[in-house]
């Protein structure tokens, strides 16, 4: 009998009295891609301890190109009629062009090959992992490539918050964990994607003890980084993602009165400095913290620059560069610098790529099971998406891949979910 193909089905007769059984070809195993999960968010390693090959390549760009062409060599597919797909390319071949359009505007744009090259590595995980994942144990595998970091990175939050802890709050006592050559506030918005997906699969997915530990463990990895990182903006949207994983869940009713004594007990155990953190915030003129004073002063001068070059903008990656921006800081916020970058087509692009993945969510919420892989993890990207909106009002949490690779490799399983044949309840 010839061998058959990976993913495919062999009927098997012992004799002519026996029936048939049917055995499932094991599909293939893309071991490159999960290293590759695993060491995504490590930047502290990656960065620090691996070699850089040079020319802005660095190993982890080196993973990427491996994990794509095992894919490609085990023949992965995309998802058929996914949008996310078709959107995910229009946004990369924007921001191409876009690149190219900056060239014009500022005097140095030598890095902005490098910015671009690590910022699609971080998108295109969407069609790696999909490639990659045949079937459910596929998903599975993934999933715990995503959960095998948590620990260290708790470990590493723990010594940090440890070396700087005080009762009360100053800019000193903010960390950024695992992500060497980013902020905190970069850092809690990894924290808050991860710890929404896997609240999501613990509230709405029947699961074996294993896999529920592994869930508890590492929403409490990720809260922790949450909370020691310091910031505002990742404790709104922590919140509000969660709301929304509840809100949709079809068992919300079960979940009110814990939630009723969630918001009683919980003001009471959070750390002192926490609490103080949101005392020194406010919008109110000439009682505004600096911090929030200059970003309102950022969004100004980008939304100036957006009328100045309405249709394309000044180009990826130029609103930094002091031709545009005297201070030589970023926006600090995603949608008003993709105007001030990108221009209007910038933003239809931008605005596209973000509902097609809510539209991804939505759909499959409304036709998986209850309990099932595919219901929690397109509950848990839906309260991702939201939690991902809300805080690129505040900065950028977009484009930076240890940020939101994690959030593409969750999209990818939502969009391939409904080509895999059904699952098996309870695994």
């Given at each position: 009998m010839p061998a058959?193909?990976?993913?495919?089905?062999?009927?098997v007769?012992?004799n002519?009295a026996?029936?048939?059984?049917v055995v499932?070809?094991?599909?293939?195993?893309?071991?490159?891609?999960y290293?590759f999960?695993?060491l995504?968010?490590?930047?502290?390693?990656?960065?620090?301890?691996?070699?850089?090959?040079?020319?802005?390549?660095?190993?982890?760009?080196v993973?990427?190109?491996v994990?794509l062409?095992?894919?490609?060599?085990q023949?992965?597919?995309?998802?058929p009629g996914?949008?996310v797909?078709?959107?995910?390319?229009?946004?990369?071949?924007y921001m191409?062009?876009s690149m190219l359009?900056?060239?014009h505007?500022?005097?140095?744009p030598?890095n902005?090959f490098?910015?671009?090259?690590d910022?699609?590595v971080?998108?295109?995980?969407?069609?790696v992992?999909q490639?990659?994942?045949?079937?459910w144990?596929?998903v599975?595998?993934v999933?715990?490539?995503?959960?095998?970091?948590l620990p260290?990175?708790?470990?590493?939050?723990?010594?940090?918050?440890y070396?700087v802890?005080?009762?009360h709050y100053?800019d000193?006592?903010?960390i950024?964990?695992?992500?060497?050559l980013l902020?905190a506030?970069?850092?809690?918005a990894f924290?808050?994607?991860?710890?929404v997906?896997?609240?999501a699969?613990?509230l709405?997915c029947r699961?074996?003890?294993?896999?529920?530990?592994m869930l508890?463990?590492?929403i409490a990895?990720?809260v922790?980084?949450v909370?020691y990182?310091y910031?505002?903006?990742a404790?709104?949207?922590?919140?509000?993602?969660?709301v929304?994983?509840?809100?949709?869940?079809?068992g919300?009713?079960?979940?009110?009165l814990?939630?009723?004594?969630a918001?009683?007990?919980?003001?009471?155990?959070?750390p002192k400095?926490?609490?103080?953190?949101?005392?020194?915030?406010?919008?109110?003129e000439g009682?505004?913290?600096?911090s929030?004073?200059?970003?309102?002063?950022y969004?100004?001068?980008?939304?100036s620059?957006f009328?100045r070059?309405p249709i394309?903008?000044?180009g990826?990656h130029?609103?930094?560069h002091?031709?545009?921006?005297?201070y030589?800081?970023?926006?600090h916020?995603?949608?008003?610098?993709?105007?001030?970058e990108g221009?209007?087509?910038?933003?239809i692009?931008l605005?596209?790529?973000?509902?097609?993945?809510l539209r991804?969510a939505m759909?499959?919420?409304a036709?998986?099971?209850?309990?099932?892989w595919a219901?929690?993890l397109?509950?848990?990207?839906m309260?991702?998406?939201?939690?991902?909106?809300?805080?690129?009002?505040?900065?950028d949490?977009?484009?930076?891949y240890?940020?939101?690779?994690?959030?593409w490799?969750y999209?990818?399983l939502?969009?391939k979910?409904?080509?895999?044949?059904p699952?098996e309840?309870?695994?």
């Amino acid at each position: 009998m010839p061998a058959a193909r990976a993913g495919t089905t062999v009927a098997v007769r012992g004799n002519a009295a026996a029936p048939t059984r049917v055995v499932a070809a094991r599909a293939p195993r893309n071991w490159a891609l999960y290293l590759f999960l695993i060491l995504l968010p490590l930047q502290n390693i990656t960065a620090g301890y691996l070699p850089n090959i040079g020319g802005g390549f660095n190993f982890l760009n080196v993973m990427f190109l491996v994990s794509l062409f095992t894919a490609m060599a085990q023949g992965g597919k995309l998802a058929p009629g996914e949008g996310v797909n078709t959107w995910v390319g229009l946004y990369a071949g924007y921001m191409l062009l876009s690149m190219l359009i900056g060239f014009h505007f500022v005097d140095d744009p030598t890095n902005h090959f490098n910015q671009l090259k690590d910022h699609l590595v971080g998108l295109f995980v969407v069609y790696v992992v999909q490639m990659s994942v045949r079937d459910w144990q596929g998903v599975r595998l993934v999933v715990l490539a995503t959960l095998v970091p948590l620990p260290y990175i708790a470990k590493v939050v723990w010594n940090q918050h440890y070396s700087v802890a005080s009762t009360h709050y100053s800019d000193d006592l903010r960390i950024s964990g695992t992500f060497a050559l980013l902020g905190a506030n970069e850092f809690a918005a990894f924290c808050v994607t991860v710890a929404v997906v896997l609240f999501a699969m613990l509230l709405a997915c029947r699961l074996s003890r294993f896999w529920r530990l592994m869930l508890i463990g590492g929403i409490a990895c990720m809260v922790l980084g949450v909370l020691y990182a310091y910031s505002r903006t990742a404790y709104i949207s922590l919140i509000l993602g969660l709301v929304t994983v509840v809100l949709v869940w079809r068992g919300r009713l079960k979940l009110i009165l814990p939630l009723m004594l969630a918001v009683i007990v919980l003001p009471a155990v959070l750390p002192k400095s926490v609490v103080e953190r949101f005392d020194s915030t406010t919008v109110e003129e000439g009682k505004r913290d600096e911090s929030t004073e200059l970003r309102i002063e950022y969004w100004k001068i980008a939304w100036s620059n957006f009328l100045r070059n309405p249709i394309v903008g000044t180009g990826y990656h130029t609103f930094h560069h002091r031709e545009i921006n005297p201070y030589g800081r970023d926006t600090h916020n995603l949608y008003i610098r993709m105007l001030s970058e990108g221009g209007i087509l910038g933003a239809i692009v931008l605005v596209g790529i973000l509902l097609s993945v809510l539209r991804t969510a939505m759909r499959q919420v409304a036709h998986s099971r209850s309990g099932t892989w595919a219901y929690a993890l397109a509950l848990g990207l839906m309260g991702a998406w939201v939690s991902m909106i809300i805080s690129n009002l505040f900065g950028d949490r977009f484009t930076y891949y240890p940020v939101v690779a994690y959030f593409w490799a969750y999209v990818a399983l939502v969009a391939k979910s409904r080509h895999l044949p059904p699952e098996e309840m309870g695994r």
